[in-house]
């Protein structure tokens, strides 16, 4: 069966916004939740930290440019 | 006069009817609205006494909505009117489908566009109001056209007019190895032998490429010879290029531009994922979110070597190779309105890519000697010669081309960048070209230095743009992309400040403006097709904040423009002075290594003649 | 040509799945067969819920009365189109001939006189049948037909008894004669007459508000019983009270609409029936100009469940069996099926069609 993942076209951006006291902190706690998302080579794309939390973006890409798009395989060609 | 019976049917909102209904009365129509929480009774009851012309019915649909909806029409029908009176539906989720199963006769999807209520009322051929197409249909603009390329300061054209001479001079009956390629290319596809699997005629094709791979590096050799590939590329499988047709082959409403009430500017995007098709979804998101024209970026790497692969190649690295193939594939899926410019400014291959991009469908062309000579790597004396031969083809094909000052972005003040900027368009327009200066907005290295911008970001951007106008008639096209510099990985920090750069050019009266997606600032991965929709949605609402409000300089503005204008004067005084271009650019009188800017080296002693 | 109506007292109450039955039938027995919709059916899903919907299969030779975009969006192949010069929401409507079997979308016009105009240019290709499948609860456009299927189920109540009781007040408003008005009277004006030769007329053809039942009560006041012409809509409640109002005119008064289903388009059918029922009692006639006869009922246990928590439709039944009782307890003179519980009756011959 077609997985929602397959359509996605490049990259998921996750957003959030974690509690954390410092910024190292933030930024390991970004990279923990990427792996505990199951999100492939996670990054952090975007941090800021500011008193007792921080705005992060994690970035994953699920197809690259050059890879071969599961979004343009038919059910025929998978 | 004819008249229309307007609705909310709704119990609470009923903004959609009270806008309506001042928008059709200022049209010259006889609009009647009735309250919320009219029943479809009472709308029947007064459709029967006034026997309007149209009944206009604003609902968002919910649940049960849509029985409560049929049931205005279903009553409307048994008690006869609707034979003679045409019932139309907006609002929120409501599509042309269900506005069919309810029974309407006409629906309106999306934001209100006056001229689709009024062909309804009016019972006009397009009338369905759907196929909106036909009256917004969109065209492919000429950004230059209506400019007279008049020079207002006489002693800044009488300065072009000695550089241009001298340029034209020097370069006299030089060529270069990238000259003579495009010649071959241009040949090849005369015999239409210039595609890898052309089959038309293969000993000419034998023959020309033998010459053409004689002309090129060891590398792009080893390409035609024994079909290596350079590091990263492969093949587009031609299954791969197969299913491309079926992503875009349901039928879509017509895509709506970022412009509110104004024709102008025309908003441009780049791309060049590395992949031809990946670049196509980009674009295809990017003209539906509003874009009217998009570039090609090649990789860096295309613009060092000698010579242009072929075929249809994808690429794991930024930038899209640039083949005759790759290009058509591309171009193929655009809306028949897309602006598209084939960028071919800086590197060794810069008269192919003219040639190429011309039998590709290209629109615009890309050509800057001060720029892709220092900043974009290339031997001032090299590119000097494939400029000049560039330009030409430009002037032959009768495309325009696009002069970008992103010079400014190692460093160099406005003033250089912009006098090399006039200098490219006084040598395309002697040429037979037509230019367009693209001035770039951003918070350069030399802004950040010398304090240009401690109290705001508007003054300085105001006269830059505004100094063009009072030198030269010319269209002016702010990039590339407008906030340079500006931006950070903060999608919304990014995608504001593009916003505000593009609306501020938009307030200048500008013709066009390129912009980034909010991934401008990330630099370890592509870009995402979700950070081109930022940024396109951002400057729309920022259009839609600002409508037809027009910029003036304020005094410190006015200062700055009036030092510019004079230092580009200046400037363009020395060049002709010192009576050598390539010099001036080795002698940094159009950005010298203080300002951050060195001469290129690639292709240093190919010239010839 | 015979033109069959299929309506629906909602969405999702089976009026497709009950035309199926009937395309394959007509299919079956070689009925040169059209068909068309007053709104828009063939889609996988429903435009509202998102849930799956039963879809349009035409066989070669079934000609298909659509805008002509739709016909991009099935798998059927067409071997002519023929336009017709009728626009509606989603473009011009053609009629294309299946020439290869495939999944339909249909979306016809939707006015009246659309309507008539098309079926007027089907009747003179040679068609025999003509299927007009409405749409939601709309029944107005239905006049034309010259009988109707009525569907109904559990997604209009998820409850047996209002279903069964819903499904008798609307089969009860089908069974009064046709009458023609009389020659002064015209269908866009509400008229009396008594045997006097008294006459008046109000300049609308509907009763929808209460200054005109203001002025019907009067007629009944001050004339005594008559025949009233409802030509248009008539919202039950104001007849309701009219008759309650003008109790002591009402024996021997003659009550003429136009069809039952301007009675049902514009209200409460158990409304209706209660007026009918008094009109009865009270020795008075209901006739109809057009009296579109009711061929059968389809009952259908799927409703629609809207889960407020997350925003979604799932799919969910009444029992199927208790529902089908109910209804065919409840409505004694028409036949109901539920088209997915066989066996049925002849439905060809009960639609006045030879199997």
Known sequence: MKKALDSVVDAIDIETFLYCKTEDEAKELAEALAVELNLPHGDIVFLEHKGWGARVRIRSYIHRPGDHYRWLETEESK | MKSVLLAPLDPVHDNAIKLLKRKLSEAGYDAISMPPGTSAEEVVQRALVMQPDAILVSRTLGYKVAETLSHLVD???????????????????????????????????????????????????????????ATTTRTKPDITAGYTYQFADKAIEASLAHITDQILAWVGNKTTDGIERAKVRAEMLDCDVAERDSRANPQTREALLKRYVSLCDAE?????????????????????????????????GEFGSLRHNTTRPLFFSQYGTGCPVMDVYHIKVAEAWGIDGVFHFDPSWNAQREGLLEGHLTHEHDGTILTLENLKFIHHFMEPYTLWNVRGHRGLNTPETQVLGHAAGADLFKINIPYGSTAGGTDPERLTVDGVYSLMLAAQYGIPFDIPGNDELSGVPPYKTFAGLLIMMALGLRLG??????????????????????????????????????????????GEPVGFMTHTPDRVQSSLQTSLHASLAASMGVDAVTIASSDEAYSKGPISVQARVDTLRAVKDELRFQGSLKATLSPAAELIKEEIHQKIADTLVQVAERGDFVNSIYQGDLGSQEDGLYAGRVGRGTVRG | MKTLGFVGTAKNTGKTTAALRILDLVSAAGIRTA??????????????????????????GTLIATARRCLDYGTAQYSEQRPTGLKTILGEIVIASVAQEGYVVVAGPNRKTDIARLLEMLRGMGVQLTMLDGALNRLAPMV????????????????????????????????SPAAVASPEMNATQIAYANATGYRCNLPISSLLDENNLVALAAWFRQHGPGMLYIPGACDPLLFRRLLQTELAAVPGSQFLFTSPVNLIASGSPLVWQECFTLLAQYSAVVTYTTPTPLCFLTVNPFYPLYLQKTGHYIPAFVDKVDLLRAAQAAVRATPVVDILQPPHPDLLALCGLAS
């Open chain 2, 433 to 478: 070209a037509r230019p367009i200066p693209k001035p770039l907005l951003c918070y350069s290295p030399y802004m950040t230095i010398n304090g240009r911008m401690d109290d705001n970001m508007i003054d300085m951007n105001l006269a830059k743009l505004a100094v063009w106008r009072d030198i030269v008639d010319t269209p002016i096209w702010p």
């Open chain 3, 144 to 175: 034309l037909a010259d009988g109707m299927v009525l569907s109904t189920g559990a997604a209009m109540d998820e409850r047996i008894d209002i279903i069964a009781a819903h499904a008798a007040a609307m089969e009860s408003l089908f069974h």
């Open chain 3, 35 to 60: 068909l068309t919709s007053i709104g828009y059916d063939g889609e996988n899903n429903d435009h509202v819920t998102g849930l799956p919907k039963p879809r349009y299969f035409a066989q070669p």
């Open chain 2, 220 to 252: 792009i050799q080893a390409f035609y010879g024994d079909g290596a590939l350079p590091s990263g590329v492969r093949w587009l499988g031609q299954s791969e290029i197969d299913r491309v047709p079926a992503l875009f082959e349901t039928s879509h």
């Open chain 2, 75 to 133: 009553l409307a029908d048994a008690a006869g009117i609707h034979d003679r009176t045409r019932l139309g539906v907006g609002g929120m989720a409501i599509t042309k489908e269900i506005g069919a199963e309810l029974g309407f006769d006409g629906c309106f999807v999306g934001e209100l566009k006056m001229q689709e209520v009024i062909n309804f009322i009016e019972n006009r051929e397009t009338t369905s109001t759907l196929d909106v197409s």
